[in-house]
């Protein structure tokens, strides 16, 4: 973003739009943007406000973590806030290796540009940048997908925050089934082998089982146990197949 | 505990996972087992909050007009129909039910 800055800015832009990098990037931006508006309104649907989820979407700027908070908030309230928080933390336990992944990559200037990158680290920013075959192209994907998220992210956020405090009854206008297929719609590129369904069937099963036990917010957070023990052997895995 | 401080905890300890990521030295990422449990993590997590979402109320399990949405959205999203439009027709199916019954 820096080069861009200086002279012969307008050429430079021009180089830049033309990158495959780019396109790639501005395209999952403009995908992913629209998302924001489902979040905003299952948001104050769950119960915050508008400013609340804002914020989220500012700050915290992680989809699953966010979808995640306002989803154990929805069906816990406040009481559930323990869980609700360590339910984001734990969804966001990815972008730590996805950091490791963009260091060397990224990582070449100050703290404030290390500040900068680590904030827009998401599931699409990393996947543009490791889809590239050059180190340059890579560079341009990551901050172009991760600039042009965080931007679109925001305002649909913000307008669907707006729509859904506008529309009172969510459950009538169906925001909470909108709210299950949101999930599952971040989870369906992830089912691509035998271990990550076994996980996904495995987990969802605890966590109705313990649901009428268990404090709210919870059963999703004994579910996660089922991720550790079958990461940690690398149950049904690769091991096997290679 | 206010939902303020729900939500500007959880977002000061995501940011501080982001900007771990950075501080971790590379070697840690040789290991296949931290990469290999985030993945999962993210998968359970997520699974688990689909069954939370479609049955859960309070803390009862009911069945209702969320799982024939939840039903049709897997159907779509297997159509590779686009997130929005899925997400807005399993709204549409889950209320359209909820108005007829």
Redesign the interface.
């Known amino acids: 973003m820096g080069e861009a800055a200086d002279g012969g800015a307008d050429a430079s832009r021009k180089r830049l739009l033309k990158s495959p990098a780019a396109r790639d990037g501005l395209a999952v931006g403009l995908a992913t943007a629209v998302y924001g508006v489902s979040f905003g309104a299952l948001s104050v649907a769950a119960g915050l406000d508008v400013w609340q989820t804002c914020f989220l979407s500012l700050i915290m700027f992680t989809g699953g973590s966010q979808f995640a908070l306002v989803g154990v908030v929805a069906s816990g309230g406040v009481a559930a806030g323990a869980s609700a928080i360590a339910a984001a933390g734990l969804l966001g336990v990815r972008n730590v290796v996805y950091g490791m992944r963009m260091k060397p990559v990224v990582d070449t200037g100050g703290p404030w540009r290390r500040a900068a990158a680590s904030w827009v680290t998401i599931d699409e920013s990393t996947a543009v940048a490791l889809a590239q075959t050059d180190e340059r192209q890579s560079r341009i994907g990551f901050w172009v997908t991760g600039v042009a998220i965080f931007v679109g992210w925001n305002l649909t956020t913000l307008a669907g925050a707006l729509i859904g405090d506008a529309i009172g009854d969510t459950r009538a206008w169906g925001l909470d089934a909108a709210a299950a297929a949101a999930f599952l719609g971040l989870l369906w590129p992830r089912l691509k082998s035998l271990q990550t369904g076994a996980v996904a069937v495995a987990a969802a099963v605890v966590a109705a089982f313990t649901t009428p036990v268990l404090m709210p917010g919870l059963p999703v957070l004994v579910a996660a146990v089922v991720a550790v023990v079958v990461g940690w052997f690398d149950l049904l895995g690769r091991r096997r197949a290679t | ?11 000061i ?3 501080a ?6 501080a ?1 030295p ?1 070697s ?2 040789e290991r ?25 109320d ?4 009911v069945v209702d ?2 799982l024939p ?2 039903i049709v ?2 159907a779509l ?1 297997a159509l590779r129909v ?3 439009v ?11 039910l ?2 007829v019954t």
Do not use: C
């Open positions: 505990m206010t939902i303020w401080h729900i939500v500007i905890l959880a977002s300890a995501t940011l996972l982001k900007l771990a990521g950075y971790v590379a840690f990422l296949e087992r931290p990469a290999r449990i985030a993945d999962l993590l993210t998968v359970a997590l997520l699974a688990a909050l689909i069954a939370v979402q479609t049955f859960g309070g803390q009862a399990i007009a969320r949405a939840v959205a897997a999203f686009p997130f929005v899925v997400v807005i027709v399993a709204a549409a199916v889950a209320a359209g909820r108005a």
